[in-house]
């Protein structure tokens, strides 16, 4: 008879979470882009890692290109993504320094914010009510 791992084995349980974090994965767009190229697309989309189409919602595309600095247009790229960090439980960090920039035009972050060590820590809460506002535009990751 082989030997196999009781289920609450901690190896049991970091495979698994292993494979839902993949999964997971590959709803997330794999090449984000410019916001100046979705401006110009008539129906704003992307393709995620799984190679399936990701839609953007065009009226949250125009109404980033009417309110974001015109100078933020090549250098933002959407969606934004938030990750989270199994060792800072209620927090989520942003390590893209033109999105932060274009958060702070919108009104969603202040203008005191500032990145540290490439990345802007912000509260779970905020970063959801920021993905709520603007669906499509935002995607949220694991690390």
């Known amino acids: 008879m082989s030997w ?22 590959q709803g ?6 410019r916001l100046s190229v979705l401006l110009a697309e008539e129906e704003p989309q992307a393709i995620t890692k799984a190679g399936e ?20 247009h090549r250098r933002l790229r959407l969606p934004i993504t938030f ?14 320094e033109a999105a932060m920039q274009a958060l ?8 005191l914010r500032r990145m540290h060590e490439g990345k802007l820590w912000v509260g779970r809460a905020i970063a959801y009510a920021i993905g709520q ?5 935002v995607q949220f990751a694991l690390g």
């Not at 702070?104 to 203008?111: C, F």
């Open 4 to 25: 196999r791992p009781r289920i609450d084995e901690e190896s049991v349980f970091r495979r698994w979470m292993g494979i839902e974090a993949a999964r997971l994965r």
């Open 28 to 33: 997330l767009v794999e090449d984000r882009k």
């Open 53 to 72: 189409p990701y839609r953007f919602d065009k009226a949250v595309i125009e109404l980033f290109g009417e309110q974001v600095p015109p100078v933020l």
């Open 83 to 96: 990750r989270f960090s199994p060792d800072v439980p209620g927090s989520c960090y942003l390590a893209d």
């Open 104 to 111: 702070q035009a919108l009104g969603d972050l202040s203008e």
């Open 133 to 137: 506002k603007y669906p499509t535009a």
